[in-house]
């Protein structure tokens, strides 16, 4: 697979952050992570597909360009 690139985002309140791992084959990883989320929202973000992470919620999704 090799050496990907990773270009890592927050936002500014550092509850948000996603991290974009980039290959030189052109596959590309993308990870979306909140932290900080009342419980109420878990049902929500598991119907989108979410999977929880400790007191975290990480949606990844993987491809080519």
Do not use: C, H
Request: hydrophobic share 45%; no cysteine.
């Amino acid at each position: 697979s090799g050496t990907r690139v990773l270009l890592p985002f927050k936002g500014q309140s550092g509850m948000e952050q996603v991290n974009l791992y980039i290959a030189a084959d052109g596959g590309y990883r993308a990870a979306l992570r909140l932290e900080g989320l009342p419980d109420m929202v878990a049902p929500v973000l598991q119907a989108r597909g979410f999977r929880q992470d400790g007191a975290a919620w990480e949606l990844a999704v993987e491809g080519r360009f």
